[in-house]
């Protein structure tokens, strides 16, 4: 029983008081949930690994993104649907 996943281990504790009594059947399934929780966990170790890596990639992107903006001289408007002018960014004083 040492050797099954943490979880499964409270539950079978908390379920059966002594796991070499139940069938084989029985045991074979318990095997069966064991494996899956590990490979649970597994994928979701990958998982986050992953998500981990997009949001790097993202704030990267992003950090470039505002690098190259905030070195453009040019005026930038944000125009909201009705055309009104809601913010600006760049260019001369002069220019506004």
Do not use: C
């Amino acid at each position: 029983m040492d050797n099954y996943h943490s979880l499964l281990r409270r539950q079978l504790k908390r379920h059966f008081n002594n796991i070499g009594e139940l069938s084989d059947e029985i045991k074979e399934f318990i095997d069966s949930v064991d494996s899956a929780y590990t490979e649970f966990d597994s994928d979701r170790t990958m998982l986050e690994r992953s998500l981990d890596l997009s949001s790097q990639e993202l704030l990267q992107a992003n950090t470039d993104m505002r690098a190259v903006f905030n070195a453009s001289p040019d005026l930038f408007l944000w125009i909201d649907i009705d055309g009104v002018i809601f913010d600006t960014k760049g260019g001369e004083k002069s220019d506004l």
